[in-house]
């Protein structure tokens, strides 16, 4: 049984930071996909950090690059977004998604459908 298990989400003001972790659990392989998607209220699903963790391969949204990085722990299977100058507009339900890939470019954002498994997502405030 796969399971993504989030962490970390909360209220700060902005210009201020937090961290993310997703735990994953149940992946038989070492390679597959892992990111963060976030929804704010009225708007559509945005990718917006992935990463490949066969070789570490990341793709950043435009709106969070050289503001959000990556870390992982591979020996606990857990995957850390670290968000940095936040602003309001990066309110929004943060979610971990991943899904085994045969190669990095399959966790792009042409190919969102390899992210199979989700999890309960963890709200993120930025206030003003």
């Known amino acids: 049984l796969v399971q993504l298990v989030e962490s970390g989400g909360g209220s700060v003001q902005a210009g201020g930071s937090l961290r993310l972790s997703c735990a994953a659990s149940?992946?038989?392989?070492?390679?597959?996909?892992m990111g963060w998607f976030r929804q704010a209220p009225g708007k559509e699903r945005e990718g917006v950090a992935r990463i490949y963790t066969g070789g570490g391969t990341t793709y950043y949204g435009d709106s969070v690059k050289g503001r959000f990085t990556f870390s992982q722990d591979i020996s606990k299977n857990t995957l850390y977004l670290q968000m940095n100058s936040l602003k309001p507009e990066d309110t929004a339900i943060y979610y971990c998604?991943?899904?085994?890939?045969?190669?990095?470019?399959?966790?792009?954002?042409?190919?969102?459908?390899?992210?199979?498994?989700w999890g309960q997502g963890t709200q993120v405030t930025v206030s003003s």
């Open positions: 998604a991943a899904g085994w890939a045969p190669g990095p470019q399959y966790c792009s954002g042409a190919f969102d459908s390899t992210y199979t498994d």
């Open positions: 149940g992946y038989t392989s070492r390679t597959y996909c």
